[in-house]
């Protein structure tokens, strides 16, 4: 009963195998069409360069068919990978799909693979075979997906610039992902080859790339079970209509490319969707460190940690910073308050390493900041949060913090695929680290929801925590309070104090200056690119060019008590003019909480 | 001199086609792979307009021009509108418009059978030029004349007009053109309305050159159409044209010299090159990165 749909089975299996190739760089966020390139190559390479089966038996032909065609498939994609990794979305698979059509008519008009004509291959490949063979790559990709490194991925996917400020090394990660769709399309095409008798370059064209992806985007590419299930109603639509009866040449193909329209329009997440996601949220017990984890040492209290010289950076002739010399040592809490359009920004991306300076040097926790990669210096100890949050939108808030804890944690995914119980316990670690750090900003009840489903303080603090899970020895923040009310404002000014007491170093960038005021151990302020102010909070409070760049001159008096909201952009005219006394004489420093607006007095209560 | 006149007159069609790419893309952000099946099927609605409707082949260009209009309508519709605000739109563009293009080439098979068709004979002009020395058809004049017009005539729009005012506003930002008062939905719709419709024109104007429609027409195309864009620089309208027009010239001379199966490793030869070198293309802009 069985033999009555072999065929169609076999189909299944290798639909799913070809899928898989295309899963392997979407769950990293990449679009590629070179695989059919790839498949052809490792077709044609073992079918010419494999023993035959007559002489060495047909398991071990296969078996050395497969694995010159994956070692072909692999090498291909390192050949396509290195110059092109560069490359993102739409462009990505444009190159990929020139190199997979060049190889294409490269083969067609070779001798050895013959032409158009195509290459004679013995049937080796049985349904139980195919299913086997699926099954091992389904299981690859199923230990992958809880894995240090099937989480780095999908980080990559959801946003490749928070990826690699928690540590994540982009460019390798993604060259692994393109490796391994090399090495799967290879084994498809070995397969294939294997079992339809006669290959020829032209089953391997654009349209057979577009079927592949088609596949794997309808089956759903975030979950390991999406390829099987794309392949299986890829597969199944067509039959189904048959043995119905739908003869006429053009329904079929009409139907199926409803069908498929129906399910990218209202499965957005393909037909693996239709399987819930569970997110498993450990117990927290106790706060003892958690075993497993490398543990970072803080540079000793008073020890430098960020110094910058003569750090400037410009945009096209706009200085947005200049001339910027400032040391950070450890143990400090240094907020970073200026007007809009002041450069605090520009100097936090540099110090955390994703803006390069034009001039000046710059050395942070020992690493030279401009020449090191964005995720060396996260390596080193930086970690941030940013601006405008960039979270991991489609992974729960616990996995976020997962990603966050990137450097600390082990790999686990070799060890995951031979179920070693110290990858187990490594998760575990990572775990509870991660949801450790959810509790340390208050979030433990929602770790189970998507990132984009929380509130914006929310959000924020997910941020916070994603930072934090990194063990970090210098914390950036950037406008960690906005959107924040007055009594989670306080409760932050509280976790950024006892972070300190931990021995973080913390730099931190605020609109809120009656929170900077009180939280900090220095205060730089920061005008036109330029520090114009630096010292205690008391200090700052009383120091009259600050006064200026917040207030402005007697003449733009009014508009004094929304600045220290924030709400005020560039306060116009305060270069040149000079203070008149009477604004000077409102701010005495024993007085600061008048920075404040009126309606902040409950925060200083608590 | 004859095969550059030849390499233009394709090119030019490519360049057409490659516009109509480019301009959602540009402006949308979003890859369109329906295009090549409107190129086919204006190209078999074209056909039947000269053999059955009895209308010269110059009467039937600007029904085909609304006529891919529409289409462009029914594609935004159906295929875009649907995923706006999804996180996969990317994604999910591109195959709920890979469908759409097959059910658009099922009902031109229902439609039209699987056959090759032709213009009926006599349809072209017989008015022969010599320029300096090599043979021009009427038909490849007008090709040419049709193509540039309608590529100017765009660029005036996109440049000077309102419309093209909006449409640029909605590339720059969508959120910011909507608070603005730009109507977005409309701006979109009437995007892929122009886009199908160059890609309509195109087909037409390319069934005319080589007298043949096929259902895989489209996709034979459809490569080139990328590799022009990529090689002008994405979402770049002159761009467009000069990738159009150097993939021509390339083809025509890689035939010429070297054979035609290698044809097609020129053009991608061509589209890896640029695209390691220059991946904005060479008319395009580096887009920045944002923190």
């Known amino acids: 009963m069985l033999a009555q749909y072999a065929t169609t089975l076999t189909f299944i299996a290798l639909g799913a195998i070809f899928a898989y190739s295309f899963y392997a760089v979407l769950i990293a966020g990449q679009l590629s069409l070179g695989q059919a390139g790839f498949a052809s190559l490792a077709a044609f390479s073992a079918a010419s360069l494999a023993p035959s089966g007559d002489d060495v038996g047909d398991v071990p032909a296969l078996l050395a068919a497969v694995v010159i065609g994956m070692a072909v498939g692999a090498l291909a994609a390192v050949v396509l990978g290195l110059p092109t990794m560069h490359l993102r979305g739409v462009f990505l698979a444009i190159a990929t799909l020139g190199f997979a059509e060049a190889v294409r008519v490269v083969l067609l008009n070779q001798e050895w693979t013959g032409g158009a004509q195509g290459l004679a291959v013995p049937r080796i490949l049985t349904v139980g075979t195919a299913w086997t063979v699926l099954a091992v790559v389904a299981y690859w990709f199923w230990r992958m997906g809880r894995s240090r490194y099937g989480r780095a991925l999908e980080a990559i996917r959801e946003d490749e610039l928070a990826a690699r400020s928690m540590g994540i090394d982009v460019g390798r990660h993604r060259l692994a992902a393109f490796i391994t769709a090399g090495a799967v399309a290879g084994l498809y095409g070995v397969l294939f080859a294997y079992y339809v008798r006669l290959i020829a370059p032209n089953d391997f064209d654009f349209t057979a790339a577009v079927e592949g992806l088609v596949t794997a985007v309808v089956g759903g590419s975030t979950m390991f079970v999406g390829p099987v299930l794309g392949s299986g109603f890829q597969t199944m639509v067509p039959e189904i209509q048959r043995a119905v009866g739908v003869e006429a040449g053009w329904i079929r193909p009409f139907l199926a490319g409803l069908l498929l329209l129906v399910v990218i329009l209202f499965l957005p997440g393909g037909l693996a969707s239709l399987i819930p996601r569970r997110t498993r949220v450990p117990s927290m017990s106790g706060a003892d460190p958690v075993p497993g984890l490398a543990a970072r040492r803080h540079p000793a209290a008073g020890e430098t940690v960020v110094s910058l010289t003569g750090l400037a950076k410009e945009y096209g002739g706009v200085h947005a910073v200049r001339g910027i010399d400032l040391e950070i040592r450890s143990g400090e809490v240094v907020g970073l308050i200026g007007p809009n359009g002041a450069g605090k920004t520009t100097l936090v991306n540099m110090i955390s390493g994703l803006v390069p300076p034009s001039s000046g040097s710059a050395t942070v926790l020992g690493t030279t900041i401009g020449r090191t990669p964005v995720h060396r210096v996260a390596a080193a100890g930086v970690s941030r949060t940013f601006q405008h949050s960039k979270l991991f939108n489609r992974l729960s808030a616990l996995e976020n913090v997962l990603v966050g804890a990137h450097l600390v944690s082990r790999p686990t995914f070799l060890r995951r695929l031979l179920w070693l119980p110290s990858a187990r316990r490594d998760e575990r670690a990572a775990l509870v680290h991660a949801a450790r750090c959810l509790e340390r900003v208050g979030l433990s009840d929602l770790a189970g929801n998507r990132a984009s489903s929380l509130s914006y303080g929310d959000q924020r603090r997910l941020e916070i925590a994603r930072a934090l899970a990194s063990e970090p020895s210098l914390l950036i923040l950037d406008e960690p309070a906005a959107g924040m009310n007055h009594v989670e404002a306080a409760r932050l000014s509280e976790l950024i104090r006892s972070l300190a007491r931990d021995g973080l170093t913390i730099l931190f960038i605020e609109h809120n200056v009656g929170m900077v005021l009180e939280t900090c151990t220095r205060v730089v302020v920061l005008d036109f690119g330029e520090v114009i102010a630096s010292g205690s909070p008391a200090e700052i409070a009383a120091d009259p060019a600050v006064i200026e760049a917040y207030l402005g001159t007697a003449d733009d008096e009014a508009d004094g008590r929304s600045i220290a909201d924030g709400t005020l952009t560039d306060p116009t005219g305060a270069g040149g003019a000079v203070a008149a006394p009477g604004a000077v004489t409102n701010v005495d420093p024993s007085a600061a909480g008048t920075l404040d607006l009126p309606d902040t007095t409950p925060r200083n209560a608590t | ?291």
């Open chain 2, 1 to 291: 001199m004859q095969q550059l006149l030849n390499g233009i007159f394709i090119g030019s069609i490519y360049a057409l086609f490659a516009i109509g790419f480019t301009l959602v893309f540009g402006i949308l952000d979003r890859l369109n792979l329906a295009h090549p099946a409107v190129f086919a099927a204006s190209a078999f609605v074209g056909i039947e307009l000269v053999e059955r409707g009895g209308l010269s082949l110059w009467a039937a260009l600007p029904i085909v021009f609304v006529f891919g209009a529409v289409l462009g309508l029914v594609i935004e519709r159906l295929a875009f509108r649907p995923l706006k605000g999804r996180a996969d739109a990317h994604f999910a563009g591109l195959i709920s418009s890979i469908a759409l293009a097959g059910m658009l080439i099922a009902l031109l098979q229902w439609r039209y059978g699987p056959d090759t068709r032709r213009f009926p004979a006599g349809s072209f002009p017989e008015t022969r030029f010599e320029v300096v020395g090599a043979q021009v058809t009427l038909a490849q004049v007008v090709i040419l004349a049709v193509s540039l017009t309608l590529m100017v005539g765009l660029t005036y729009m996109v440049t000077r007009t309102r419309l093209g005012r909006g449409m640029r506003a909605v590339a720059e930002n969508p959120t910011a053109a909507r608070v603005l008062g730009v109507n977005v939905d409309r701006i979109t719709a009437v995007t892929f309305a122009i886009s199908s419709a160059l890609g309509a024109v195109a087909g037409v104007l390319f069934a005319i050159n080589v007298n043949t429609a096929q259902l895989g027409m489209g996709a034979a195309i459809e490569l080139k159409g990328l590799a022009v864009i990529i090689v002008g620089g994405m979402g770049s309208l002159p761009g467009a044209l000069i990738g159009g027009l150097v993939l021509g010239l390339a083809e025509v001379f890689a035939v010429q010299y070297i054979g035609s199966s290698w044809r097609d490793v020129i053009a991608f030869g061509l589209l890896f090159l640029i695209l390691l070198v220059r991946p904005q293309g060479l008319l395009g802009a580096r887009r920045v990165r944002e923190v």
